[in-house]
């Protein structure tokens, strides 16, 4: 009964000592994501990484009011930027939308960023994520075989809010009307206010440090609602309003930037000034942009050359200021030195 007993506590012990032994593998609870996330979550609940980019040759940061003024009035000097290895991000303040909404604003942005990556001389990749700016955020497209190229868009909606010129736009309500809003479309919507625009400009410039500015032209003396189509001397009101936003822009945002104003619509009334390639390489990156929009190039139509006033800007670069200077008078730069 004693070696029974003596053999039957042994037993109970080595039990014991297993459930002693095995306790905390089971009460210890799983590992949550919380605590100890694997790589696989982690990597996809975090943002995308920041692409690294070289920008030792400078970067210039262009604003303008549509998708296609760039392509139409800065180049050829948007696509010798890129050429010499420049960073090259450009700013589109409004959607371009003329009033049809996010789906014809998407179709420009196709267009625009075939255009780019055309100038690039690259495959036509891009990776769009949200560019934070101060308390904003805004979309921007980076061309993944040249990060230097980025688009940066505002997307503020484009109607005319009367029967067409001579009338106001979004933009250029807020630029002239006191206390007028407006609201950006999807995916990062936002309203605004004159003075949240300029302080959201004055930000980006801060934010992207550029050795150069690209604008439109301010200088338009016919006031917004007296403005019409095709005549002597007129500019859309978003040129118009666009570059006095930047302006007062960068008059908050003093630094070390060259500053550049571009002759939009008026450039047409001067004299051809592109040789005959540089005319020939910025007529081709222009219809890349116009065969994804179809207000430029409609369905059907034979878009193997420019329809309307287009084909007169394609033969033309001018700098606004003093006046409308040829393309080789550079002394339409001017310098913004800060403290």
């Given at each position: 009964?004693?070696?029974?007993?003596?053999r039957?506590?042994?037993?109970?012990?080595?039990?014991?000592l297993?459930?002693i032994?095995?306790?905390?593998?089971?009460?210890?609870?799983?590992?949550?994501?919380?605590?100890?996330?694997?790589?696989?979550?982690?990597?996809?609940s975090a943002?995308?990484?920041?692409?690294?980019?070289?920008?030792?040759?400078?970067?210039?940061?262009?604003?303008?009011?549509h998708?296609?003024?760039?392509l139409?009035?800065?180049?050829?000097?948007?696509?010798?930027?890129?050429?010499?290895?420049r960073?090259?991000h450009?700013?589109?303040?409004t959607?371009?939308?003329?009033?049809?909404?996010?789906?014809?604003?998407?179709?420009r942005?196709?267009?625009?960023?075939?255009?780019?990556?055309s100038?690039?001389?690259?495959?036509n990749?891009?990776?769009?994520?949200?560019?934070?700016?101060g308390?904003?955020t805004?979309?921007?497209?980076?061309?993944?075989?040249?990060?230097?190229?980025?688009?940066?868009?505002?997307?503020?909606?484009?109607?005319?809010?009367?029967?067409?010129?001579?009338?106001?736009?979004?933009?250029?309500?807020v630029?002239?009307?006191r206390?007028?809003?407006?609201?950006?479309?999807?995916?990062?919507?936002?309203t605004?206010?004159?003075?949240?625009?300029?302080?959201?400009l004055?930000?980006?410039i801060?934010?992207?440090?550029?050795?150069?500015?690209?604008?439109m032209?301010?200088?338009?003396?016919?006031?917004?609602?007296?403005?019409?189509?095709?005549?002597?001397?007129?500019?859309?009101?978003d040129?118009?309003?666009?570059?006095?936003?930047?302006?007062?822009?960068?008059?908050?945002?003093?630094?070390?930037?060259?500053?550049?104003?571009?002759?939009?619509?008026?450039?047409?009334?001067?004299?051809?000034?592109?040789?005959?390639?540089?005319?020939?390489?910025?007529?081709?990156?222009?219809?890349?942009?116009?065969?994804?929009?179809?207000?430029?190039?409609?369905?059907?139509?034979?878009?193997?050359k420019?329809?309307?006033?287009?084909?007169?800007?394609?033969?033309?670069?001018?700098?606004?200021?003093?006046?409308?200077?040829?393309?080789?008078?550079?002394?339409?730069?001017?310098?913004?030195?800060?403290?």
């Amino acid at each position: 009964m004693k070696h029974f007993l003596t053999r039957q506590s042994r037993l109970s012990a080595r039990i014991l000592l297993c459930l002693i032994l095995t306790q905390p593998l089971i009460a210890r609870p799983a590992p949550t994501v919380e605590a100890a996330p694997s790589h696989a979550a982690s990597q996809a609940s975090a943002p995308p990484p920041s692409m690294p980019v070289d920008c030792e040759q400078g970067k210039v940061l262009s604003f303008v009011a549509h998708p296609d003024d760039d392509l139409l009035f800065m180049n050829p000097d948007q696509d010798d930027a890129i050429k010499e290895g420049r960073c090259v991000h450009t700013v589109y303040l409004t959607a371009g939308d003329r009033g049809e909404g996010l789906g014809y604003t998407l179709a420009r942005e196709r267009g625009i960023k075939a255009a780019y990556a055309s100038m690039a001389d690259t495959t036509n990749d891009w990776r769009t994520d949200g560019l934070r700016v101060g308390r904003h955020t805004l979309v921007r497209h980076i061309l993944r075989a040249n990060a230097r190229v980025q688009l940066i868009m505002l997307r503020l909606p484009d109607p005319w809010l009367g029967t067409g010129w001579g009338s106001l736009t979004p933009m250029s309500r807020v630029e002239s009307v006191r206390h007028a809003r407006v609201r950006s479309y999807a995916p990062y919507p936002d309203t605004y206010t004159r003075r949240e625009l300029v302080h959201l400009l004055a930000d980006l410039i801060r934010q992207e440090r550029p050795q150069a500015i690209r604008l439109m032209d301010a200088s338009i003396p016919t006031p917004y609602r007296s403005l019409c189509w095709r005549c002597a001397g007129h500019d859309h009101p978003d040129h118009i309003a666009g570059a006095r936003l930047v302006e007062a822009a960068m008059a908050i945002t003093p630094g070390p930037y060259v500053h550049t104003a571009y002759l939009n619509y008026p450039s047409q009334e001067r004299q051809a000034n592109l040789d005959t390639a540089r005319a020939a390489r910025k007529t081709a990156i222009y219809l890349r942009y116009a065969k994804d929009d179809p207000h430029s190039c409609p369905p059907g139509t034979d878009c193997s050359k420019p329809r309307g006033p287009e084909a007169a800007w394609v033969k033309r670069q001018y700098y606004a200021r003093p006046t409308g200077l040829p393309l080789q008078a550079r002394t339409a730069q001017t310098a913004s030195s800060g403290p």
